[in-house]
């Protein structure tokens, strides 16, 4: 697989595979087409607001994993990395990692969620603050409170099978039994 180094940051070892920068593309570029299509912008508005809002999609899911790895180091069991791949991204945990106890894996699974609602709420202050209206700002502010409150939040009660719902799914009913 064609991975990438993006660098170091928060204690954590940041890679994108090829199918993320694919993958960005194509979210900029959908994007950019609901500015000109939906919005009625000019091309130049589309094309900034479109890769703002690319940046905000990428860094969104950086403040997701960030907030899963603030959770992890507080167990005791940190994370090493972020990969980003397609248009999604995982947790990068030590390949020696033992077995851990269900409530590690849902500590772990706790901080990106949480991470995320307090993002939402960020944005929801920014919409306050410009308002609603059909400006750039305010329509990049929405994208922003759409994503990380139903993708990165809410996401938490669907289990998709790769995401953190799936993990809550595995482990919750091991912790709530009381397994070790």
């Known amino acids: 697989m064609n991975e990438y180094f993006l660098g170091h940051f928060a204690g954590l070892r940041w890679s994108a595979r090829l199918s993320a920068f694919a993958g960005w593309a194509l979210v900029c570029i959908t994007l950019t087409l609901i500015g000109l299509l939906a919005f009625g912008w000019a091309l130049i508005t589309a094309i900034l607001s479109g890769l703002i809002a690319t940046v905000a999609f990428v860094m969104s899911a950086g403040w997701h994993q960030i907030g899963h790895a603030i959770a992890a180091r507080g167990t005791g069991y940190p994370m090493t990395g972020v990969r980003y791949w397609g248009v999604l991204d995982s947790s990068i945990y030590p390949d020696d990692e033992p077995a851990l106890p269900p ?53 938490a009660f669907m289990p998709l099978g790769f995401n953190d719902g799936s993990t809550f799914l595995r482990w919750l009913p091991k912790l709530i039994q009381g397994e070790k």
């Not at 709420?121 to 990380?148: D, E, M, Y």
């Open 103 to 155: 409530a590690i894996h849902v500590r772990r699974a706790l901080g990106g969620p949480v991470a995320s609602l307090l993002l939402s709420a960020a944005a929801g202050i920014c919409i306050l603050l410009i308002g609603t209206g059909p400006s750039p700002a305010s329509r990049i502010a929405q994208f922003v409170l759409l994503l990380n409150f139903a993708a990165y939040t809410l996401q």
